[in-house]
């Protein structure tokens, strides 16, 4: 039980960083926002809602805990996970992410060209710890930095309708996947539902590779200088799109603070390894 919980945290870890380029170059920097026009104004009203776009491209760091709780196909908790997240947004991409695991403090750090995984403060040489620390200080980051991501360099937006979701809420959908060369997973279709009018963000579904499906409802959002976050996010397993079946896991982010100052070497990995 416990190796299997491992390696459940660890993908939920994974979950969000699909789209991200696992390159020390980005590539996508420079590809096209492709939408249709319905999408383009559900996004524009999304990102609207959640604060203005001119407003969160000022924000230069980013920091929060993050709570995940998982459960089994009973319902019960199998594990609780308390992390914390520094991000540096801008100018550059840089991460760190802190958090004990089975009496071991783990640190995850990416500092804009490389990542590593360390172990009560030793870095892994080892392939898939490097690989999980890449991915992983991706993750919570393209979470938190939802809507804006709907509009990155290589999205393709299509509008598919309406829908009503499971707790009988109607919502708008838009299809969106990443062009060639945008994302390390082309298999990954991401379907996002919005409130008709407002255009708040309401839930996800992910349909990944062999018909994967998983779905995520924002329960809660929270407003830190002038932005709408996500606060609390439900996680279930589905068998296809707009179905959520068992509740899997529930994230809750909290002391979310915005242009926090860190010292030169917050991002520093050890002896440049």
């Not at 994974?14 to 096209?32: A, I, K």
Request: with cysteine.
């Amino acid at each position: 039980m416990q190796k299997q919980f491992t390696t459940t945290v660890l993908l939920l870890l994974l979950g969000f960083c699909f789209v991200t380029c696992q390159t020390q170059e980005d590539p996508s920097r420079d590809l096209p926002v492709v939408m249709d026009d319905s999408s383009r104004v559900i996004i524009d009203r999304a990102i609207a809602y959640a604060g203005a776009w001119d407003t969160w491209q000022q924000k230069k760091t980013l920091s929060f805990d993050k709570k995940s709780t998982s459960y089994d196909s009973t319902g019960a908790i199998i594990r609780e996970l308390d992390q914390h997240f520094d991000y540096m947004i801008r100018p550059q991409f840089r991460a760190k992410v802190t958090y004990v695991l089975h009496d071991t403090t783990v640190t995850l750090l990416h500092d804009g060209q490389q990542a590593r995984k360390l172990f009560n403060g030793t870095a892994s040489a080892e392939q898939k710890d490097i690989d999980n620390a890449w991915n992983s200080s991706y993750g919570s980051q393209y979470v938190m930095s939802m809507p804006y991501k709907l509009k990155d360099p290589g999205i393709k937006a299509e509008y598919i309708g309406e829908m009503t979701l499971a707790d009988g809420v109607p919502a708008q959908v838009v299809k969106t996947s990443y062009v060639k060369g945008a994302g390390s997973n082309p298999d990954h279709i991401w379907y996002y539902y919005f409130e008709p009018g407002t255009g708040k963000l309401l839930a996800n579904s992910l349909n990944g590779k062999d018909n994967y499906w998983d779905y995520t409802r924002y329960m809660e959002f929270e407003r830190v200088d002038g932005l709408l976050l996500p606060a609390l996010r439900k996680g279930y397993a589905a068998d296809s799109l707009n179905r959520p079946g068992r509740l899997t896991s529930e994230s809750r982010h909290s002391h979310i603070v915005f242009d926090k100052e860190f010292p030169d070497d917050h991002f520093k990995i050890p002896d440049g390894k």
